[in-house]
């Protein structure tokens, strides 16, 4: 079955402190992996894909096919990162997304 | 990138009635879809809005319910037929253009049903 599943539905830490949004998926197949953010008041909005290996606003991800993970990471977590966290999958060249259930971050001063 | 609204932004609705939901690109985009997020859930894919055919549903939804429209290449609707207090969720538009390989997602419609 094709599913992505985010343990935690809160993380709070504190301003400055290392954030890890844990992301695990399951799909037979070479998925694409996605995280998007939903800011307060905003819409959803893509924040990084495995492809690009790239680091957006500081956060980065890496794709472990072994243990099916695509954690996102920040060594330095800032006060406007707080938002929701949505890791999600898509097969490659479609875009019928699969969502996890979503990660609240919640950065402290 | 694409700008996507949405009609209406939130809407309370008795059971039994039936709402429709508009959504328009600022451009041409090759793919549409339609997710509802129920309270305190993540979004769900409803079905792909195919233009000038009919919409390809996922499991669990059906035409007869969620008839959906896509006359053309920039605009779509999503009616929620017979509506009941199960159907109170947020529905998101959202698009793909091929050509950035990039999905956006509209600003979603909060319905309520009494």
């Known amino acids: 079955a094709q599913r992505v599943t985010q343990p935690e539905k809160l993380l709070s830490v504190f301003k400055g402190a290392p954030v890890e949004l844990k992301c695990n998926y399951s799909?037979?197949?070479?998925?694409?992996l996605f995280w998007y953010v939903q800011y307060s008041r905003q819409r959803l909005q893509l924040l990084l894909r495995?492809?690009s290996r790239e680091s957006i606003k500081g956060f980065t991800a890496d794709l472990n096919k072994g243990e099916t993970s695509f954690h996102l990471k920040k060594p330095f977590a800032q006060e406007e990162d707080s938002a929701m966290y949505y890791c999600?999958?898509?097969?490659?060249?479609?875009?019928?997304?699969?969502f996890g259930a979503g990660t609240r971050l919640f950065v402290k001063a | 990138s694409a700008v996507i609204s949405q009609k209406p932004s939130r809407d309370i609705c008795q059971r039994g009635t039936s709402l429709t939901i508009q959504c328009q690109v600022d451009?041409?985009?090759?793919?549409m879809f339609w997710y509802r997020q129920q309270p305190g859930q993540s979004l769900t894919l409803i079905a792909t809005?195919?233009?000038?055919?009919?919409?390809?549903?996922e499991s669990g939804f059906v035409i007869d319910k969620f008839p959906i429209s896509r006359p053309n290449l920039t605009f779509s609707t999503l009616t929620v037929s017979n509506m009941s207090p199960e159907d109170s969720s947020i529905y998101l538009c959202?698009?793909?253009?091929?050509?950035?390989?990039?999905?956006?997602f509209g600003p979603g419609t909060r319905l309520t049903v009494l």
């Open positions: 959202s698009v793909v253009q091929l050509a950035e390989a990039e999905q956006f």
């Open positions: 799909y037979s197949g070479s998925p694409e």
């Open positions: 495995h492809i």
């Open positions: 999600a999958l898509s097969n490659t060249g479609g875009f019928k997304t699969i």
């Open positions: 451009s041409q985009v090759t793919m």
């Open positions: 809005a195919n233009q000038g055919s009919e919409a390809t549903y």
